[in-house]
């Protein structure tokens, strides 16, 4: 089956660690995108990348980092310097990076910060 | 820029009776045009998007919406809604980001329908 892979569903970190979600896609595409989820706000983008070894900082990157070492993967890292980590994060890929282009999404991860 | 407005964040309804999700975006540049459907804690699913051409779009489960230029509107209607259509509905808007280049997706706040026996 084709899809996109989030791990894991839950996370649960102490202030102040980092910690890095997992992201991988066989869908065979190019662009890759994480977003974050908060209630009552909508989506808001971090970061997106529109091919590999390339990534661009999105609405909210401050306190976030991302590699696109490969096609199928882009694993994002909340560090400390996220001042409000708790949410709920997706992440998603399209084809390619025209407006047209359907993002399909994962089924998320939840980080807690205890 | 770009935006997009879902005014209303809860819709009650009953099951069978009709509904509209209301969505108002503004862009610049060419618009596309996209519902998508999340259910809780899951990711969001395409319900249904518009590109170019008819401006009424259908998706596979009885939801439609219409592109609207001159009111910018692209709401989402049901005839007759079920109990499995509970859910949160976002509308999203997609234009190219200036810097950085690509495209971006700008998503409304949601529109959380509750069906109702």
């Known amino acids: 089956d084709g899809g996109i892979t989030q791990s894991p569903k839950y996370l649960f970190r102490k202030e102040g660690q980092n910690v890095t979600l997992s992201c991988e896609q066989n869908l065979n595409h190019d662009a890759m995108y994480w977003y974050r989820q908060d209630p009552g706000q909508g989506l808001r983008l971090i970061y997106y990348s529109q091919i590999v070894n390339d990534f661009q900082k999105g609405d909210i990157a401050e306190g976030y980092s991302v590699s696109r070492e490969k096609k199928e993967s882009f694993p994002l890292t909340v560090t400390s310097a996220q001042k409000n980590p708790t949410a709920f994060y997706l992440c998603?890929?399209?084809?390619?990076?025209?407006?047209?282009?359907?993002?399909?999404f994962g089924p998320g991860t939840r980080l807690t910060v205890l | 820029a770009q935006s997009v407005t879902q005014l209303d964040s809860q819709v009650p309804v009953f099951e069978e009776a009709p509904v509209e999700l209301r969505c108002n975006y503004s862009?610049?540049?060419?618009?596309?045009l996209f519902w998508y459907v999340q259910y809780p804690n899951q990711g969001l699913q395409l319900l249904l998007k518009?590109?170019?051409?008819?401006?009424l779009v259908e998706s596979i489960n009885g939801f439609e919406a219409e592109f609207n230029k001159s009111q910018t509107s692209f709401h989402l209607r049901k005839p007759s809604v079920h109990i499995s259509d509970t859910a949160e509905y976002f509308c999203a808007v997609s234009g190219y980001i200036l810097t950085g280049g690509g495209n971006k997706l700008t998503f409304g706040t949601g529109t959380q329908l509750k069906v109702e026996l």
């Open positions: 998603a890929s399209s084809i390619r990076d025209r407006g047209s282009d359907t993002q399909y």
């Open positions: 518009y590109l170019s051409g008819s401006t």
């Open positions: 862009s610049s540049v060419s618009v596309y």
